[in-house]
């Protein structure tokens, strides 16, 4: 099971830009998936986008498609979500998790928090 930490949440306004680092440890990463999930207050957890490791394959929602972007570094063993033209909307906790194949995701980190201002 691998272990996964996040960082780079914060404050922005509305229209800004934030970036969210995953380091991901402790698994041969090939046979991964790494998913970055939100939850706003009130609400459940929600996907967001994910990124195939081994071929770089990406899916998004489609409420932030065109506005974030998932990649990943093999080097660094880290996935990023870049989030432009934030909206207050996307507010939420962030967290990301990791899967083996189409399994069930069941290695999560502790999340960071994003607020947009409006």
């Known amino acids: 099971q691998v272990t996964l930490v996040e960082s780079g949440g914060g404050l922005v306004q509305a229209g800004g830009s934030l970036g969210l680092s995953c380091a991901v440890s402790?698994?041969?990463?090939?046979?991964?998936?790494v998913g970055w999930f939100r939850q706003a207050p009130g609400q459940g957890r929600s996907f967001v986008a994910s990124?195939?490791?081994?071929?770089?394959?990406?899916y998004y929602t489609d409420s932030v498609k065109g506005r974030f972007t998932i990649s990943r570094d093999n080097a660094k063993n880290t996935v990023y979500l870049q989030m432009n033209d934030l909206k207050p909307e996307d507010t939420a906790v962030y967290s990301c998790?990791?899967?083996?194949?189409?399994?069930?995701?069941?290695?999560w980190g502790q999340g960071t928090q994003v607020t947009v201002s409006s």
């Open positions: 990124v195939t490791w081994n071929d770089g394959s990406t």
């Open positions: 998790a990791a899967r083996v194949g189409s399994s069930s995701y069941r290695s």
């Open positions: 402790g698994g041969t990463l090939s046979n991964y998936a």
